[in-house]
Structures are given as structure tokens and as C-alpha cells.
């Protein structure tokens, strides 16, 4: 690290620990907007953090983990996203694997991975359209038809195969979280046409194999003398390091969030409230339901990780978040 910079993160650390009140502590983040969702977390834990602009080379999660780890305390915590660092070998994945005391994680991939769990989208789907809708099934049904494109991801991206970068150049774009949005983008498209639930469902089933077409090209552009790697592969994905109905959770969070639940959960709403507005005969009840049929409830689906916060139905991922907390926090009364 140059020396100017360390001089001034040195600097802050020190301001910081000045200033800090006995029943608060500064946490450290990698961008603002993850500010709301770790100032919930901590404060259902009774906690009462502060979110300081720090000093650094740049956002993310590099320079945090990187310029501020030697810092940590019951006074300055870091909480990133685990990128899956703890599922593959990565420059980071020491950090989160042996997670040093005062260090958090999301557990999942990024906290957008927290926006989609199962029972949040019901409790949103059922304040808007008055009926019940089993998303675990269709989360589950997701999660394996994306199975195998995480374990791919995640078995190129370990940096034990990082050399394949220069001998295969453009092998990663194959298996790139953008490439799966573009896979995905391209069937859900289809939605858009379709008046029904079966239809919607129908799709669904047709993104396995679509993704598995595009899985099969990417592993035929390999070159003949890299043919150990798909023996490789094979070995690796006999021990699923994911569960099969949990890979929403992992697969990079604006893709999973963005480009797979908020279009699948706008053409359920659609499809839901034009039925309704059909079979209202008054003019603003009719309106209402077709006016419901056109909004884009992504805002919405945003927060919908609170109701993990509020209600009963607690996604076991932000208990882990909690229950990591709550163990560093915990005073020891021998100490």
C-alpha cells in the first residue's frame, strides 16, 4: 500500500475510535445502498451501528478487506458480500472462510440474493393480488434448472485454474454471470406474450434446457487438449458444493434478482390481475386490477427482505448474518 494512503486511512481509524460513542460502533460497507440492509440486521439485534464515509483506493470490497481488516474491533466491523469466496479458492476467500471476529458476510452471494427468498415474494405477491402463490416450488425449480451453470462458475473462476486465462482467453465469457443474463433474458422474453399461468410455467421448464444448449456450446469451444478439464468437472460437480434448491441464493445477486425474479414475478402479477380486471364489471375495479397488471415491482421486491426482519418467516441465510453478530457482540463477562 503507498504510504500516503496508509497514512490516511491510519488517520481515520484513529479520528473514528475518538469519536465513537460507548453504545455505538462505525461499520464500513462497499457501497451506500447496502447501507439500510445491514443497518436492519444489526438493529434486530438491539445494535446501534454508524455508517462513516471511509478513505479508500476505491469501492468494494478489495480495499476494505484489504486496507481495513488489521482494524477490526468492537468499534470499526466491515460486512461485505461473500461473492462466494467461501465456496471456491479466491484472493478473498481466507477472509471470509476463517471470517476474523468483527468481519460479516452475506452468507449468500450479495444481499440482492436476500431480496428473493421464497416466502418474502409470497408475502408480496399475496398483498397485491389477494391470492396465495407457491414460490418455494418455483425457487426450487429455478434453483436446479441453474444448478449446473453455478458449478461451472464457480469451478473456472477457482484460482487454481487461473492460468486458464491465458491459454483459453475467452473461455470465462461462456460462464459469466452476464452470459446468463442474456441466456435468461432471452426466454423470459416470451413471457411477455403469454396470457396464462400454465404458459409462464411452461417457460420455466424450457430455461434447463436452454441453459444446459448453452453450457454444452461453451464446453465444445474448448480446445482438445484441455479434455482433462471436463474429467475434472465431472469429479467436482459428483460432491454439489450447493444444494440443488438453493441456487438462487448464490448465483450473482443483480442477476438472480434483476434479470430472473423481478420479470418472472411482474408476468405472475400480470397475468393474476388481468384475470381479476376481466371478471370486475365496475369501470374502476376494472382499473384498478389493469392498472396493478402494468407496474414494475421492483422497488417493492427491494425490501422485501424486512419481512425476514419482521415477521416469522426467516431466511436461514440473515440467520446465520445474525447469529455471526450476535456471537462477536456478546460480552463475555470474564474478559
Known sequence: MHDSIKSK??????????????????????????????????????????????????????????????????????????????????????????????????????????????????????????????????????????????????????????????????????????KLENVAAKTFQEMQRKDSLDDILLILSELNNTILLALKTAWESIPEEFSFLKIQYNEYSETPIVELNETLFFIQGHCAFDTIIVPLFNNLVRIETLHKARKEKEKDKQNHWLNKSKEDYRRELSQSYINCLMTGRSCKFIKLIQNDIAQDFTKNPDS
Open 9 to 178: 486511512i491510519d488517520q481515520f481509524i484513529g479520528d473514528l475510535l475518538l469519536v465513537s460513542e460507548e453504545d455505538k460502533f462505525n461499520v464500513l460497507i462497499e457501497d451506500k445502498e447496502d447501507i439500510k440492509f445491514w443497518r436492519l440486521i444489526f438493529e434486530s439485534l438491539e445494535l446501534k451501528p454508524v455508517f462513516p464515509e471511509f478513505p479508500s483506493k476505491a469501492t468494494g470490497k478489495a480495499p476494505l478487506l484489504q486496507d481495513y481488516c488489521a482494524h477490526l474491533s468492537d468499534k470499526l466491523v466491515i460486512c461485505v458480500d461473500s461473492d462466494n469466496d467461501h465456496l471456491h479458492e479466491t484472493n478473498f476467500s481466507s477472509f471470509i472462510k476463517q471470517r476474523p471476529k468483527h468481519l460479516f458476510h452475506t452468507h449468500t452471494h450479495s444481499r440482492e440474493n436476500h431480496f428473493i427468498y421464497p416466502d418474502n415474494l409470497a408475502l408480496e405477491y399475496e398483498g397485491i393480488t389477494y391470492e396465495a402463490f407457491d414460490f418455494k416450488k418455483i425457487f426450487n425449480d429455478l434453483s436446479e434448472a441453474l444448478h449446473p451453470w453455478l458449478l461451472t462458475w464457480l469451478f473456472f473462476n477457482d484460482r487454481s485454474r487461473a492460468w486458464l486465462e491465458k491459454e483459453i482467453p475467452d473461455l470465462k465469457r461462456s460462464f459469466s454471470w452476464k
